[in-house]
């Protein structure tokens, strides 16, 4: 499973000094006070699709992911995740950050097993994080501490921290920033092939237009803030893509370029 | 020999070794009386005497007691007290002024208090360690709490740790890397204090030994005094720098 239903998303912040006013009792906020940065959001996402949201820095897109993911509460509208209303993070869904969030004073087993701690049958425990370590290349690092690895490594780890649990849905906020170009690639056909063999309902939040082009099976395009869904299709064109010798991929890809506002894409 | 424990052990010996010479030096100019000042020899020879009838050992023993006691207890109750006001924030607010008011009063001006509550002999002095390492504990784990960063806390609600799987594997080694220079400095200081303390209601322990040694008029026994302070601080300074080399801190020295 891993249906996901979004209707009627809205969700403004009150603004920092406004909360200030909220807090000493003074609730008669204005309409200046608030602002709005999910305007109206329907969307359904399929089971085991791989959704790209895509939009400008700053719209919201991570925000959405927040609180489909439980993390945030929406100011009206609502979530399901398989026909049950989202209430809270769950350990059904899980959220790789854009920060690396292994906990650093755990080794990578230690990590990895987080999720796993309430298994009866300790040997097949061993067995399912020892499988994820090897599905992310990271055998034979299980005894490093987060900061013995690379960058690439540590999303690497993340993602089997992740995936070890089976969730339903994956939410991966811009994953891949501050990696290094070469890595990002890397870990673009890592998730990829991950995806193509597991079939999770992937969230992948980002705000590089080839990424989403390369990886998504969707890819949906918001608006600035506030954001509205300003464009949403299919792409179903095989992996490896390559945009020179696919047209219609080429063609999609012009049309996100100039709904995101730049028409001179190379 | 190698160069590291060349660098290591030599050069800080050779700073020892300098001093010594000074010492002896200004010792032989005369300006004051070889009883006012005794030289590097005299204070070996009182070393000497001291060590061989036990009184340099029964002292020190005496001393560490009472900064063991009086440090733990201030780790016991200053490290689970830091963790839940850092943690509760409104108790924070609440207690956070009285603490910062209560800081900066020198464990000494407790002394005459000290001595009405608990008497005479240990007690007293073990108050006044307590007092002296509980405070700084307390305030740095309040602060480490603090400064946990909160993607850590969004990975244990996604992963649904209970409360006290959140404090047991997530706020306390987070906090380990901030809290234990503070482990090192309290401790510290809590042997500044322990030498005070000796010096007002108890018949023994280093500071004691000074007291005592002066009003005998004995300054060699008062400087070996101050350089068994001097050493057995070395000692404890380094024992508790070996909490730094624990596996799961060491990502916080990065």
């Given at each position: 499973m891993g249906h996901v239903l979004i209707e009627g998303l809205y969700k403004q912040f009150v603004e920092r000094r406004s909360a200030r006013r909220v807090l000493n009792g003074d609730v008669d906020l204005h309409a200046g006070d608030y602002l709005p940065v999910l305007d109206n959001i329907d969307l359904e996402i399929r089971n085991g699709e791989l959704v790209c949201i895509l939009g400008p820095s700053g719209c919201g897109k991570s925000t959405l992911a927040r609180i489909i993911a439980g993390f945030e509460v929406a100011t009206s509208g609502k979530v399901l995740i398989d026909g049950k209303e989202v209430q809270g993070p769950s350990s059904d869904n899980i959220f790789v950050f854009q920060h690396t969030a292994l906990l650093p004073w755990m080794t990578v087993w230690e990590n990895v097993a987080l999720g796993l701690r309430?298994?009866?049958?300790k040997q097949k425990m061993t067995e399912r994080v020892q499988e994820y370590v090897d599905v992310v290349n990271l055998t034979g690092f299980e005894h490093h501490y987060p900061h013995q690895l690379s960058g690439g490594m540590q999303r690497r780890a993340e993602l089997a921290r992740a995936l070890v649990v089976n969730p339903e849905v994956l939410f991966m906020?811009?994953?891949?920033?501050?990696?290094?170009f070469l890595t990002r690639l890397k870990m673009r056909e890592e998730v990829i092939n991950m995806h193509e063999f597991l079939r999770k309902t992937i969230v992948f939040i980002t705000h590089d237009i080839d990424e989403a082009m390369a990886m998504g099976d969707r890819v949906v395009v918001f608006t600035d803030r506030p954001a509205r869904v300003k464009l949403d299709v299919n792409i179903d064109s095989p992996h490896p893509r390559d945009f020179a010798c696919d047209t219609a991929l080429e063609g999609i890809r012009k049309e996100v370029y100039a709904e995101l506002g730049v028409h001179h894409a190379l | 020999m190698e160069s590291g424990a060349y660098k290591r052990v030599f050069l800080p010996l050779l700073a020892f070794l300098a001093v010594g010479a000074l010492w002896e030096f200004w010792a032989n100019l005369g300006i004051w009386s070889a009883a006012a000042f005794p030289s590097p020899r005299a204070a070996a020879k009182g070393m000497w005497e001291l060590a061989v009838d036990g009184t340099l050992l029964k002292h020190s023993v005496a001393s560490l007691f009472r900064v063991t006691v009086g440090y733990y207890l201030a780790v016991l109750f200053a490290i689970p007290l830091g963790m839940i006001l850092g943690w509760w924030k409104v108790g924070q607010t609440l207690f956070n002024s009285i603490i910062q008011f209560l800081r900066p009063i020198s464990p000494l001006a407790w002394i005459p208090l000290a001595m009405l509550w608990f008497g005479i002999g240990d007690r007293p002095a073990i108050f006044l360690i307590f007092l002296a390492s509980f405070f700084p504990l307390l305030v740095s784990t309040i602060n480490a709490v603090n400064h946990i960063n909160t993607l850590y806390f969004q990975v244990a609600a996604n992963f649904k740790f209970t409360k006290l799987e959140t404090v047991a594997r997530v706020i306390f080694p987070a906090i380990l890397p901030s809290v234990l220079p503070a482990l090192r400095i309290s401790l510290g200081i809590a042997w500044l204090v322990v030498v005070a303390a000796e010096m007002i209601a108890v018949k023994s322990g280093l500071g004691y030994l000074i007291l005592d040694s002066r009003n005998a008029l004995r300054m060699d026994y008062v400087m070996d005094a101050m350089i068994a302070i001097g050493l057995i601080g070395i000692c404890l300074d380094r024992v508790i720098r070996q909490l730094n080399r624990l596996k799961f801190v060491s990502w916080g020295s990065l």
């Open positions: 309430h298994m009866k049958d906020d811009e994953p891949f920033a501050g990696l290094d | -």
